[in-house]
């Protein structure tokens, strides 16, 4: 399967080895700037060239932007994908695009502890039920939430925290 990070100035494309429904090794990432192809359909065929073992026929995007419409659109990135003609004009059987920090909510989700530093606060394990909030620069501000219940099972809520005004007061 492959994988692919959409942003405004890169797009990132790697192969993941998927077992039981999880990642277990991703390949050397090949990054392209999105000002150097006219399309994602383009950089998805030049990944494609470049990569050394067969074409993969899953793609799995991470886009930075909301992707609840018919075209999604960058902000600072002509790009426009939709994601109803992807599987045809990217010649793939399986495509999936979700909301960059919606991707890294469900990554964070997956975690060991060993993976997490602790920044401030008391001291203590990561929660196994409750919402984390997670934020990031990317393309703008990414910002999800994670919710963990109690009997295992995560929901991801994607936001788009770069459209946000901030306006304190006294």
């Not at 426009?80 to 964070?108: S, T």
């Not at 393309?139 to 809520?157: E, F, N, P, R, Y």
Request: glycine share 12%.
């Amino acid at each position: 399967m492959a994988v692919a990070d959409v942003g405004g100035t890169h797009a990132r494309f790697a192969i993941a080895e998927i077992e039981k429904g999880s990642v277990v090794s991703l390949g050397e990432p090949v990054t392209l700037g999105t000002n150097d192809h006219a399309s994602f359909q383009t950089a998805w065929r030049h990944f494609c060239e470049v990569n050394p073992g067969e074409e993969p026929k899953s793609l799995s995007v991470a886009f930075a932007g909301p992707v609840d419409g018919e075209v999604l659109k960058l902000t600072n990135n002509p790009w426009v994908i939709r994601p109803a003609l992807a599987q045809e004009k990217l010649d793939v059987e399986h495509f999936c695009i979700v909301n960059d920090f919606a991707a890294v909510a469900h990554a964070v989700g997956a975690l060991d502890d060993k993976y997490f530093d602790h920044v401030t606060g008391p001291e203590g394990a990561f929660p196994d039920d409750g919402v984390t909030t997670v934020v990031g620069p990317g393309t703008g501000l990414g910002v999800a939430q994670l919710l963990k219940t109690a009997d295992g099972h995560m929901h991801v809520i994607e936001t788009e925290g770069g459209h946000i005004d901030f306006a304190p007061m006294d």
